[in-house]
């Protein structure tokens, strides 16, 4: 599953972070067929001002999902 995102601040790729590193499954971010590993913080600065893909296995769970990308979009 995927969903596209704009990361517009530090705090964002903070909060991507901490909410990847707490998850239960793998978490990555894509851009232009590049996956990041969304637990690793330095990475993820670069996409600062960038739109990317939050990316997981199939087989999580939609509702799971759901919820990652609400807590990711709140502001």
């Known amino acids: 599953m995927e969903r596209l995102i704009k990361i517009e601040t530090t705090e964002k790729v903070q ?3 901490e909410l990847a590193t ?3 499954y793998e978490v990555w971010l894509s851009v232009d067929g590049e996956h990041l590993d969304a637990r690793s913080i330095l990475g993820l600065f670069s996409l600062v001002g960038k ?3 939050v990316v ?4 999580v ?3 799971s999902f759901n919820k990652l990308m609400d807590k990711i979009e709140a502001k």
Request: one cysteine or more; a negative charge; aromatic letters at 12%.
């Open 22 to 24: 707490y998850s239960p």
């Open 51 to 53: 739109e990317a893909y």
């Open 61 to 63: 769970d939609r509702d």
């Open 56 to 59: 997981v296995e199939d087989d």
């Open 15 to 17: 909060r991507i972070c």
